[in-house]
């Protein structure tokens, strides 16, 4: 695959700019939807584990692979479909189906119904994002693409808010199974206003491109060719496979960190389900969500002057939160600062940093991606993108921390410590995420230097 031309102060075709915000706001809202109810499991994994009798282990199968194997496996057929229909209407059913499906969750009597349930949220999720992600590049010209990816990136840190604030108190007072009812049943309302209010832009208006149409039909061999070429993008373009192989990384980590963090602070401070989901809402939303907003804008800002920034602004966060991170997992039940009559623990002093700058990756990324794809493969580049972050971040991660946890537990004798050093551990892979981004900058400038010189 080509890289796609990007065209200097292009307006999209055809859309007013307050139809642009509308859109963006809906598709947000979509995106919401889709984080509460994958990431409810967190707040909820205590009283499931209790009521149903489980391990670490499958809770993190529950968590990541349960959900993620399909989820990141079937994002790939649906965006080839993407690309050539109309990803208005995919958008909608996905909505509609794991709404329903995380209703249903709060029916398993068992490992294994409940197991059935997250596999078929996340074969509704499959249809959100690579869809997505393809109307909003079409939509935005790429001097702004980072900062519309990072608000519609907003959707995780407002899903998670949500999942936890509500998902924590509901458990308190009417039970887990109550929690999963209460969040997944308005989603159906929203897949209703997905379909009969937005409309499908016109593929590379953003960018002054002519619409791209394949006189190829779809078919499993036509397919298997678009996404065999979809992949060696990937990989061939080197700005691009260090962009995957950060945002890959520091979605392992968080993932983690997000299904895990809940019981993290249950078992090893002894801290309510009501305190943990009421701090922790407020961080991930409001300071986490301030975050995605601030790096996706200073990105866009700092890339007008030197193309690196794109990925640079994000190796800067990965780095710079390290030490919050250590300092967060090392740090036992230390005093409480006083503000008023209330006590807050320095654990969530920590965690303020901790939220802005780990949310600084998903904006630039996503914008990168769309920027170096052609319009008529960007929702297959999004979803194989999503592929192997969703498949090594989201199913491994909280499924390796789940192990890990267990195996300090019953072989190291931690007890519940072990949750403690396992999440340690894999956050010491921002380091690893930092470099990869580093170096993604290093080759969008080396591209730009052999464009220019041509």
């Known amino acids: 695959m ?31 939807s889709s984080h509460v ?77 409940l197991a ?20 909003i590049a079409d939509m935005y010209p790429p001097e702004e693409r980072a900062s519309a990816m990072a608000i519609y990136s907003l959707g995780v840190y407002f899903g998670v808010m949500i999942g936890f604030l509500v998902g924590g108190w509901v458990v308190v007072w009417y039970g887990w199974r109550a929690a999963f009812f209460v969040v997944g049943l308005p989603g159906v309302l929203l897949a209703l206003l997905v379909r009969f209010t937005l409309v499908e832009p016109e593929r590379g208006g953003a960018d002054g491109m002519a619409p791209e149409k394949s006189d190829k039909p779809l ?18 373009t080197v700005a691009v496979r260090h962009v995957v192989c950060g945002v890959t990384i520091t979605s ?41 907003y601030i790096g996706g804008r200073l990105t866009d800002r700092l890339a007008a002057k030197d193309v690196r920034w794109n990925t640079w602004v994000v190796a800067w966060a990965k780095l710079a939160v390290v030490p919050f991170i250590v300092a967060f997992y090392l740090t036992g039940n230390w005093p409480v600062f006083h503000i008023g009559n209330h006590g807050v623990s320095i654990l ?3 965690y303020v940093p901790i939220s802005f700058l780990g949310a600084f990756y998903l904006g630039p990324s996503f914008a990168m991606i769309q920027t170096l794809t052609p319009p008529a493969k960007r929702a297959l580049a999004s979803a194989m993108m999503l592929f192997i972050l969703n498949i090594i971040g989201l199913g491994f991660g909280p499924q390796f921390v789940g192990i890990l946890s267990d195996f300090f537990n019953h072989s190291m004798g931690m007890g519940n410590q072990s949750l403690r050093w396992a999440l340690f551990g894999t956050s010491l892979l921002n380091f690893w995420a930092a470099a990869h981004y580093f170096l993604a900058g290093h080759h969008l400038k080396k591209a730009s230097s052999e464009t220019k010189r041509a």
């Open 2 to 32: 080509a890289e796609a031309t990007m065209a200097k102060g292009a307006a999209p075709a055809r859309l007013s700019s307050g139809y642009r915000r509308y859109a963006l706001m809906v598709l947000v809202l979509g995106y919401t």
């Open 37 to 113: 109810d994958r990431n409810i499991m967190g707040i909820l994994m205590e009283p499931i584990k209790a009521d149903l009798h489980l391990s670490d282990t499958q809770l993190g199968f529950l968590s990541g692979i349960a959900f993620a194997i399909f989820y990141a496996t079937l994002g790939i057929p649906i965006a080839l479909v993407a690309d050539r229909g109309n990803r208005r209407n995919i958008i909608a059913w996905a909505i509609a189906i794991w709404s329903g499906m995380t209703a249903v969750c709060g029916l398993a009597g068992n490992f294994w119904q």
């Open 116 to 135: 059935l349930a997250r596999i078929g949220v996340g074969v509704g999720e499959a249809g959100s994002s690579p869809p997505s992600h393809s109307m």
């Open 219 to 236: 078919n499993f061999q036509t397919g298997v060719t678009i996404v065999k070429e979809g992949f060696h993008h990937l990989w061939h």
């Open 252 to 292: 392992f980590v968080g993932y983690g960190g997000v299904m895990w963090g809940p019981a993290y602070l249950i078992r090893t401070h002894g801290m309510s389900i009501g305190e943990v989901s009421s701090y922790l809402a407020l961080m991930v939303g409001i300071v986490g969500g301030l975050g995605a």
């Open 348 to 350: 969530w002093v920590l």
